[in-house]
């Protein structure tokens, strides 16, 4: 993988735990300096006494658009070459029956914040003529519907739609910044507790979908699926109807409620 030159910054949201973590660690490792985003400061601490590189730390709640706004304000005049907005949360459940609060917040998380980092960031990549954006979304982005968490799947087909239409304007304007969707299918994090989910399937380490991410990223990739059982998925579902794609999925999601 390339070493970053000295001095160069990423930023990593969701940087507390799973992926996002694990990303601020190979950044590390290959020589970023970081800045490791999220609200549990505890964790954040932690993270940042196993950096090799220079590390600091912003406490921020990205539900809300002055604390995104702060972030970036925080680190503009840096040296930041890479942006990594990886944090989102899911929820799982029926859409009449889940909280609407909750799936607001997920809103404002898994879109809106990642809307206006990535608004943000690239301004300055562009003006600074360099800089690679890699939007966390997920496999679920990529399918035609998620019955039983149905506002986590389309957070993230929003994500994927946004990422790829930005990426096609920075193609057409033959520019160097790049803008990278990532598309896992499961990853062992504490994503399935936190979306209230009763089953995972084994997925990926967060190790091994983290590696496979930054390597893309570095390549200018857009969408980067990392291999598994899911990118098979991915694959057949361009080749069967979307009610079929859609039942075989509501049998998956089902097993989490029980
Ligand atoms: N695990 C999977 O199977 C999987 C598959 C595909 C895609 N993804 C995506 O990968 C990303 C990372 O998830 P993960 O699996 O690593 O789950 P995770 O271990 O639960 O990590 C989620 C991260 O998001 C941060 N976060 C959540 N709400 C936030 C808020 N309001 N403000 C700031 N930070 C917030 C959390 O930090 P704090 O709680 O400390 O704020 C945490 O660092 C998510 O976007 C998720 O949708 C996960």
């Known amino acids: 993988m390339k070493r970053a030159n000295s001095g160069e ?3 990593i949201t969701g940087a ?39 590390t600091t730390i912003i406490c921020a709640d990205l539900s809300e658009q002055s604390e995104c706004e702060r972030v970036f304000e ?5 040296n930041v070459q ?20 909750r799936e607001l917040q997920m809103i404002d998380v898994n879109v809106k914040a990642v809307h206006i980092l990535t608004k943000l960031f690239l301004k300055k990549f562009k003006e ?26 389309a957070t993230k087909a929003y994500v994927c739609s946004l990422t790829e239409s930005i990426a096609a304007e920075l193609k057409s304007e033959k520019s160097p910044v790049t803008v990278s969707a990532l598309c896992p299918g499961p990853v062992d994090t504490e994503f399935c507790d936190v979306a209230g989910a009763g089953f995972a399937m084994k997925g990926l380490t967060p190790k091994e979908c983290a590696m496979y991410a930054v390597m893309e990223t570095l390549k200018g990739k857009t969408i980067i699926i990392p ?20 039942s075989v999925i509501s049998k998956y999601q089902n097993k989490k409620l029980n």
Request: with cysteine.
């Open 128 to 153: 600074q003529g360099s800089g690679r954006i890699l939007n966390v979304a997920s496999v679920a982005g990529l399918m035609p519907g998620g019955p039983l968490m149905a506002t986590y799947y």
């Open 82 to 101: 890479i942006m990594v907005n990886c944090a989102g949360f899911g929820a799982v459940g029926s859409f009449s029956e889940l909280p609407l609060e």
């Open 74 to 78: 925080e680190v503009c005049d840096e």
């Open 16 to 54: 507390s735990s799973g992926i996002g973590r694990e990303i601020a660690l190979v950044l590390d490792s290959v020589g970023y300096d970081t800045v490791l985003v999220a609200r549990r400061m505890d964790r954040l601490l932690a993270l940042s006494e196993r950096m090799k590189n220079n």
């Open 227 to 246: 291999p598994s059982v899911m990118k098979a998925a991915r694959t057949a579902s361009r080749f069967v109807p979307s009610a079929v794609t859609l």
């Open 9 to 11: 910054v990423a930023v």
